[in-house]
């Protein structure tokens, strides 16, 4: 498997892979009017997908935020400003290509990057994502609390907020 960074020429392939993803998983939710534009947020951080089988496998993007209310109890577990925060965000996994280790791969990723930057990630999940919050928890991610969110005119949502591992300290 290889991870890099997400080009401009992977937006097809990633766009097809979430659609797919969302048809099994209803991840993102409520699907966005352009889901390329979803996936290639103009203010990531950063955004790479993971490659295997000659195929994009997986994707995932590093957020400055998130919804207030999830950075609000971020910052409040953490201890830290929410400065010293950055969001995981747009983690998917191929429908073909789950149970291989890319949602771990991609998750380490955004986590080294964070940890380089000088911030602590962590993430929000919608509470009935079973398979997702299985890998973070699996990850070493420790579930902080759970907020009510909301996305325009749709129903509020459930979502935990997970802290990811602290950076190592340097040698």
């Known amino acids: 498997m290889l991870v890099r960074e997400r080009l401009e020429a992977d937006r097809a392939e990633c766009v097809e892979m979430a659609e797919a993803v969302h048809d099994q ?17 103009p203010g990531a951080l950063g955004a790479w997908v993971a490659e295997l089988d000659g195929e994009i496998a997986g994707h995932v993007a ?3 935020r998130s919804s207030p209310s999830v950075m609000a109890l971020a910052a409040g577990a953490t201890g830290l400003g929410e400065d010293g925060l950055c969001v995981v965000a747009r983690l998917l996994v191929s429908v073909r290509h789950r149970r291989r280790g890319v949602g771990r791969a991609l998750l380490e990723e955004a986590g080294r990057e964070a940890h380089a930057r000088g911030l602590r990630p962590v993430l929000d999940v919608v509470s009935g994502h079973e398979g997702a919050i299985a890998l973070y928890e699996g990850c070493g991610w420790v579930r902080a609390g759970q907020v009510t969110v909301r996305w325009g005119d749709h129903p509020e949502v459930q979502e935990l907020v997970y802290l990811g591992p602290v950076a190592s300290p340097a040698p």
């Open 25 to 41: 998983d209803r991840y993102p939710m409520y699907l966005p009017g352009d889901l390329g534009a979803f996936l290639f947020s």
């Open 62 to 64: 590093l957020h400055p």
